[in-house]
């Protein structure tokens, strides 16, 4: 972790005289002047390693001149940097010039690297690696594979973020968390886990350290901003119904929601009425599959409006989108309360998400979680396709296995990952129908290349298709353009010692009205030579999520806009934000944002779950999605990722990789 001297609150002081000093006050209790980035320097650039982003370049010729320092750097870790990560400085600029057309006015001439392979794929995620491990699988272990993306790190939203609090390594995810899915893993996906010698349950069974959160509970944290005054409620009945120490009655006593609120939300949480009488539990599903789950609350609950910010953000976890954007009838099938006395049938074939249908789908439950989560099965695959860039052989030792960038994107390996590569063309050498190869040209450290492959696999995301592929019928390219992801943020707080959550008695403390609406220490897993720190004295991560939606609107302008947003907010406004937070709610522990923090990253994804259609907002039917007309083949180019399904798992990743490389070898 880098240090840097607080230089801003020096100069600014005098600068913006006495206004400026009130704020810079505050700014110093929340620690805001012990920078625990180089931010003023960099202004949220991550910096890691012995590598900066824009590396320089090595001297020599040919391949070697194409090569930037980047990830062959010595000590290149890109997981431990700080700050803003995720979408980070660096990695969309030229997409985005790409989309907005000015990309081409301004490249230099397009450098062919002169290489040719069986296979390129664009897209480091979960699909892209699962195509190129699919591809190998088919096509034979000596198939030469390019797998370029626009990242400084592998794994797609499948990435992990490192912390390093006096000696101690911590981790986290930085995007996906759980191997979990609502549907149960296909033949190939669970195929490609075993191959892997990921068992979800086995570890899960092995790993978790359930005792280390013995005696501390769930809490609720009311500010005043929402709720009139800041308020610490600790113990409270569960999301999901599993705590059932608490009654809602008494948690509620102890809130500052008014005595109607607290009345209704007693009522919608324990009692069980029929809020739709007279109605078969077909003509329920039907109108509730047509409404929003805020508008069943005030509409058919008669909810006190009192009571709907306690719930409005409750489903940002699983949509990234409140109350107001998800349909009543996914609420239902997520178990969210006020259906109880309902007498609705928990049946298919009812008209939900995803997400939501896998609630009803009876499946061998998939929950484990890696300390870094979806990153692991990102490590895996990487260690399966280049076994000396991965230390180690087992699934528990990929946790703190050492990752040597500079072996991914070595001449004569079979599979080359090459980083900071943002694809800005791909197209058919030839007509689609009789193409023998694929032109891909990608921007790296300011200069074009291209390279070709035999077949190309998409791995990125549907959005960006269109621009890279102009070529493409119009209807796909509508088609692909269709689905927003849904911006959110996950981020994690580095803390020297989490003895303030002891004292306040709470593992996690909901936020609903927050910037972040939770924070919770991270989950509580022992794996390999990789420990929880279940000591309080000992450093720890924090998780806090913030999805930027804008309630009101239809969903996907919410979307649009909130990603926006992410990308207009600088690391410094999060700091402060996340400071002020975390200040509020631990100060009864005693925690001091300016003495306890170590470290800081935001891992924002402007473009992150796979747009998944409901009932709501897409009531055309499954064979007329957009997501399926979009990912047909075009010559020699496939399309996967987990766009082409319009589900936000990774299994769904994985097929749709299977189903990409099926596609290409079939012709
Ligand atoms: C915050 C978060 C939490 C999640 N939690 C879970 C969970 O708990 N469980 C679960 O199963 N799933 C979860 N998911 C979903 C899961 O992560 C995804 O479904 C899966 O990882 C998607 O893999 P992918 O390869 O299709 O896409 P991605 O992971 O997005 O990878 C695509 C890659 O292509 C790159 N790319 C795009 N355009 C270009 C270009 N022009 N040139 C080069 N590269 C390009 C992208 O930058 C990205 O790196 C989560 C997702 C997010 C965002």
Request: aromatic share 10%.
């Amino acid at each position: 972790m880098e240090y840097a001297v607080g230089r801003r609150s020096a100069t600014k002081r005098t600068e913006n005289g006495p206004n400026y000093m009130k704020k810079d006050r505050h700014d110093h209790e929340l620690g805001m002047d012990r920078p625990i980035t180089r931010r003023d320097f960099l202004n949220g650039i991550a910096v890691y390693g012995g590598a900066a982003v824009a590396g320089s370049w090595l001297a020599g010729c040919g391949e070697a001149k194409m090569r930037p320092l980047g990830q062959d750097a010595a000590g290149y870790n890109p997981s431990s940097g700080t700050g803003m990560r995720g979408s980070h400085v660096g990695s969309f600029e030229t997409a985005h010039q790409v989309r907005d057309g000015t990309f081409w006015q301004k490249a230099g001439s397009v450098s062919n690297t002169g290489e040719v392979y069986d296979l390129v794929v664009v897209g480091a995620g979960i699909s892209g690696l699962a195509a190129a491990y699919y591809f190998r699988q088919k096509a034979g272990q000596n198939a030469r594979i390019l797998i370029l993306d626009n990242h400084d790190d592998f794994g797609g939203h499948a990435q992990r973020n490192e912390f390093n609090v006096g000696g101690r390594l911590l981790i986290a995810n930085a995007g996906t968390l759980l191997i979990d899915s609502p549907s149960p893993y296909s033949k190939e996906a669970r195929g490609l886990m075993d191959e892997l010698g990921i068992d979800p349950a086995a570890l899960a069974a092995k790993c978790e350290d359930h005792e280390a959160h013995r005696g501390l509970q769930s809490a609720y944290f009311f500010e005043k901003e929402t709720f009139g005054e800041d308020r610490l409620v600790v113990g409270a009945p569960d999301f999901w119904r599993r705590e059932t120490r608490i009654s809602w009655r008494e948690f509620l006593s102890r809130t500052p929601l008014s005595a109607e609120a607290q009345q209704d939300i007693t009522r919608l949480e324990e009692d069980r009425i029929d809020y739709m009488p007279g109605l078969s539990s077909d003509e329920k599903k039907d109108l509730l599959s047509r409404m929003s789950y805020r508008d069943f609350l005030l509409n058919y609950v008669k909810l006190h409006p009192d009571a709907l910010p306690f719930y409005q953000t409750r489903t940002h976890g699983l949509y990234a989108a409140g109350i107001d954007a998800v349909a009543a009838l996914d609420c239902w099938a997520l178990g969210y309360p006020g259906f109880q006395g309902m007498n609705i049938e928990r049946s298919l074939p009812a008209p939900l998400s995803y997400t939501a249908l896998g609630y009803l789908t009876p499946h061998e439950p998939y929950s484990f979680m890696h300390p870094d989560g979806g990153a692991s099965v990102a490590r895996h695959l990487v260690r399966a396709l280049i076994p000396a860039a991965v230390s180690g052989h087992t699934a528990e030792d990929i946790v703190t296995a050492k990752v040597d960038y500079g072996l991914l994107d070595v001449s004569g390996s079979p599979v080359r990952i090459r980083l900071d590569s943002t694809v800005v063309r791909a197209r058919n050498v030839g007509e689609p129908e009789s193409a023998k190869e694929v032109e891909v040209a990608y921007e790296r450290h300011g200069e074009v290349f291209s390279v070709r492959g035999k077949g190309v696999v998409l791995a990125c995301w549907n959005t960006v298709i269109p621009y890279i592929c102009p070529e493409l019928p119009t209807v796909q390219k509508e088609a692909l353009a269709y689905g927003v992801k849904s911006p959110l943020v996950y981020t994690h707080v580095a803390i020297r010692n989490w003895t303030s959550f002891k004292k306040i008695g709470a593992y996690r403390v909901y936020s609903p009205g927050m910037y972040h609406t939770g924070v919770s220490l991270a989950p509580a897993i022992n794996i390999g030579d990789y420990k929880y720190p279940s000591s309080p004295e000992e450093p720890m991560v924090l998780f806090m999520t913030r999805a930027p939606c804008q309630p009101g609107l239809p969903l996907r302008d919410q979307y649009r806009i909130g990603r926006l947003e992410l990308y207009d907010t600088p690391f410094a406004t999060f700091e402060r934000k996340i400071r002020d937070q975390l200040a509020r709610i631990l100060g009864p522990g005693g925690f001091d944002p300016a003495r306890d923090i170590a470290g800081i990253t935001v891992n924002r994804w402007p473009h992150g779950y796979a747009y998944e259609y409901d009932s709501l907002w897409n009531p055309e039917p499954e064979d007329q999605r957009p997501c399926v007309i979009g990912r047909k083949q075009f010559g020699r180019i496939a399309i996967a990722n987990s766009d082409a399904a319009a589900a936000a798992y990774m299994d769904p990743a994985m097929d749709q990789a299977y189903r990409a490389v099926g596609e290409l070898l079939a012709t």
